[in-house]
Nanobody, 122 residues
Framework: QVQLVESGGGLVQAGGSLRLSCAAS????????IGWFRQAPGKEREFVAA????????IYADSVKGRFTISRDNAKNTVYLQMNSLKPDDTAVYYC???????????????WGQGTQVTVSS
C-alpha cells in the first residue's frame, strides 16, 4: 500500500513561485500515475495535473496550463508540481493521489495525501 505525503506549500505573493513535492512510501512507485488536485474553501476538489508512469506524458487543467509543470523523479519516489506566475485564485489545499491511468477524473484516484496549503496574496 502506497502512502503519499505532500509538502512545499506556503504563503507567496501573486506572480511568485512554489514547488510542491509528493513523496511516496512503499514499493512500485514507478508503476503509478500521480495526479495533483486542489480544493479551495467552499469549492469542490478539482483536477490540476497528472503525470504518466514514465513521466513522458502529462495533462493539465486549462486554468494552470503554461504556468504549472508536473514532473517526477522515480529514484526519489517523488512527484513535483512547479507552480509559476501564481494568482490569488490558485489559493487552495493541494493534494496528490495515485491513479490507474493518466486521466483528470477525480474518482479514478486513491491513496490521497493529507494536503499542503498554498496561499497566494494579491
Amino acid at each position: 500500500q502506497v502512502q503519499l505525503v505532500e509538502s512545499g506549500g506556503g504563503l507567496v505573493q501573486a506572480g511568485g513561485s512554489l514547488r510542491l513535492s509528493c513523496a511516496a512510501s512503499g514499493r512500485a512507485f514507478s508503476t503509478y500515475v500521480i495526479g495533483w488536485f486542489r480544493q479551495a474553501p467552499g469549492k469542490e476538489r478539482e483536477f490540476v495535473a497528472a503525470l504518466s508512469r514514465s513521466g513522458l506524458s502529462t495533462i493539465y487543467a486549462d486554468s494552470v496550463k503554461g504556468r504549472f509543470t508536473i514532473s517526477r523523479d522515480n529514484a526519489k519516489n517523488t512527484v513535483y508540481l512547479q507552480m509559476n506566475s501564481l494568482k490569488p485564485d490558485d489559493t487552495a489545499v493541494y493534494y496528490c493521489a495515485k491513479g490507474p491511468s493518466i486521466v483528470s477524473t477525480i474518482k479514478s484516484y486513491d491513496s490521497w495525501g493529507q494536503g499542503t496549503q498554498v496561499t497566494v496574496s494579491s
